[in-house]
């Protein structure tokens, strides 16, 4: 039956393909789906892990000393008898048989099943055993890993062809890293049950170029393995089990999509300036150094935001040295061809978790938390080094320093010591860097908004991060899709902010650019530019969307007409004032 689900659409176009669910352990192991007729064998690697977990429990409880606390041999039997039942097996046993899930992903997909059954019960000495459920599947999952066979590396991920037809990811919630995995897997779009617009979950999808639609609740509950499904990114709704009808209508959308893209290559060449001749500057967004080669292919005029953590937030490695970062700094450096490159130190924390660094302090989950350079205040060797790190990239181009969530002038004076000190540390090292390196301040803190002159008379550069400057303006988490209908980059006291901190930068003649997703959202080209905007800074898939604006806008008259926008606190007259200048 054809019904459709709503989200929150946060990366346009259509997508058609069948639905492949991921459960959330899913996302830690190797997921792929194996080759017809290769059933038994998998089934066999499952049940050969299962008997070398029983031999791995019955030695360490021959093995027990004789004065061992009782409850260890008693907790070795409970994990035994979880085992030993046969209902552990077979599920997963039935998933690899009838659906192809390979042994890994067979058994998470029951273990999620099983902790969701256990979490409904009341009873807290059953509630108990939910653990040692997860702990004696997860001593199954480390043999299977052990297993040489099935030691698969990224590359073989689940992958469309795997599935036959174009393939959909539907999850729960997607890590931004682990969403930046499936970048090398080409799926044709993704839904999920939580997340915002703005998070940086959505950021990814929309930097993949992949019709996404998220925080459709139940989507994970009432999608099943298998399902056709239509994305439409554009207006967040999720078609499932669409009919013929349907499947052409949205093929003809798809079909016109397509046609609109390759009529924008045109602009590529193009100035960028508008009616009246101002010249405007597109920058990039990157999360990756690769992509530096499609920013510049598109027209980019340097990189405004890489956001530096996505190398740090791989779970499976370690933090990268100082040398590695270096290489990856240098590599974007190189490919940008001594166009600026803002390399934004890290900003891990709140949904953006760190990847493997053990016994580092833990940062915030909470966007008011240990996020950012709160963090790299508190390890201030991890900073150092990649400060040096970035310094060492300026040798070979225009790398520049940029910070982000700055609210306080300790934080401001700590961050220019600390930089102080890393080239320092250069010099002594005899190694080569730009002494003169520009260092910019990102602005998304109102705070930092509310006291401008002291990051004006501090830092070479601002750039704007509406993104956290509107979820801490309005007191919203821009991953909850709980309260994403308050997210409003047009509310007032938003727009009235953008302006002050642009007017103010241009008067003090300090570059000011937009680095959040308002940028690259064409829909707010011209009032950005009637706010006074002139460098915008976008994911590179958005740059000629948003110049095919500016090449039709005439700022002169926008800014004639932005004081009634800004005036304007009551609905009726905003959306007056915002028509005429849109006219
Ligand atoms: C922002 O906050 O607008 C921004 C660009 O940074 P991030 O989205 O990575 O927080
Ligand atoms: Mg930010």
Redo the contacts with the bound molecule.
């Keep these: 039956m054809t019904f459709a689900l709503h989200g929150i659409a946060v990366s346009k176009g259509i997508a058609i393909g069948k639905a492949v669910l991921i459960s959330r352990a899913a996302l830690e192991v190797s997921h792929y789906l194996i080759e017809a007729g290769k059933e038994d064998a998998e089934a066999k690697k499952l049940l050969d892990a299962f008997e070398q977990v029983r031999l791995e429990l019955a030695q360490l409880r021959q093995g027990l000393p004789k004065d061992a606390p009782q409850e260890m041999a008693a907790f070795l039997d409970v994990h035994g008898m979880i085992l030993a039942d046969p209902a552990l097996a077979e599920k997963p046993l039935k998933l690899i048989r009838t659906q192809r899930l390979n042994a890994a992903w067979a058994l998470t997909t029951e273990l999620n099943d099983l902790l969701e059954q256990f979490s409904e019960i009341e009873d807290a000495y059953l509630k108990e055993r939910a653990n040692d459920i997860r702990q004696v599947a997860e001593r199954v999952l480390k043999a299977l890993n052990a297993q040489k066979k099935d030691a698969l590396s990224d590359s073989e991920l689940l992958s469309p062809s795997d599935v036959g037809v174009d393939a959909i990811i539907v999850a729960h919630d997607i890590a931004p890293h682990d969403m930046l995995r499936f970048k090398e897997h080409a799926f044709t779009g993704f839904v999920t049950d939580l997340g915002g617009k703005?998070s940086?979950t959505a950021?990814v999808a929309r930097s993949m170029e992949i019709p996404a639609v998220v925080g459709v609740r139940h989507a994970s509950e009432m999608i099943r393995h298998g399902d056709w499904l239509v994305i439409d990114g554009e207006h967040g709704v999720v078609v499932v089990a669409p009919d013929e009808q349907l499947l052409s209508e949205y093929r003809l959308l798809q079909e016109q999509a397509t046609q609109e893209t390759r009529k924008l290559q045109e602009l590529k060449h193009s100035r960028t300036s508008t009616v009246d001749h101002v010249a405007i500057e597109l920058l990039a967004?990157i999360e990756l150094p690769e992509d530096a080669t499609q920013a510049v292919e598109l027209g980019a005029i340097g990189v405004g935001?890489f956001?530096s953590e996505f190398l740090f937030m791989d779970r499976k490695q370690a933090l990268p040295d100082e040398e590695q970062q270096y290489q990856e700094y240098r590599r974007v450096v190189d490919l940008m061809h001594g166009l600026p490159v803002n390399i934004?130190t890290i900003?891990v924390g709140a949904d953006?978790a760190l990847g493997s660094g053990s016994d580092l302090s833990e940062t915030g989950t909470s966007p008011l938390g240990l996020r950012?350079i709160r963090w790299s205040l508190t390890e201030p060797e991890i900073f150092l080094t990649q400060l040096r790190a970035i310094l060492r990239a300026s040798a070979h181009g225009q790398a520049r320093i940029m910070i982000?969530m700055l609210a306080h002038v300790k934080e401001i004076d700590e961050t220019l010591r600390l930089i102080e000190k890393a080239k320092q540390q250069l010099h002594q090292r005899g190694q080569a860097f730009n002494p003169n390196i520009q260092v910019g301040a990102?602005i998304?803190i109102p705070a930092a908004a509310l006291v401008l002159p002291l990051f004006i008379n501090r830092f070479d550069f601002l750039?704007?991060?509406?993104?956290?400057?509107i979820?801490y303006t309005l007191a919203i988490d821009r991953a909850d899709h709980a309260v994403a209908h308050l997210y409003d980059p047009y509310h007032p006291a938003i727009l009235n902010l953008l302006f002050s901190i642009i007017d103010q930068a241009k008067r003090a003649n300090i570059p000011v650019a937009v680095?959040?997703?308002m940028a690259g959202d064409p829909s707010m080209t011209r009032l950005l530019l009637g706010l006074g905007l002139t460098d915008f800074s976008m994911h590179f898939s958005q740059l000629l969307l948003v110049k095919r604006e500016i090449l039709k806008a005439d700022v002169s008259l926008l800014r004639s007409r932005i004081g009634a926008v800004l005036k304007a606190i009551e609905p009726a007259e905003q959306a007056e004032a915002l028509e005429k200048l849109l006219s």
């Design positions: 703005t940086h950021i967004n935001l956001r934004r900003d953006k950012a982000p990102m998304e750039s704007i991060g509406t993104n956290d400057l979820q680095c959040g997703e």
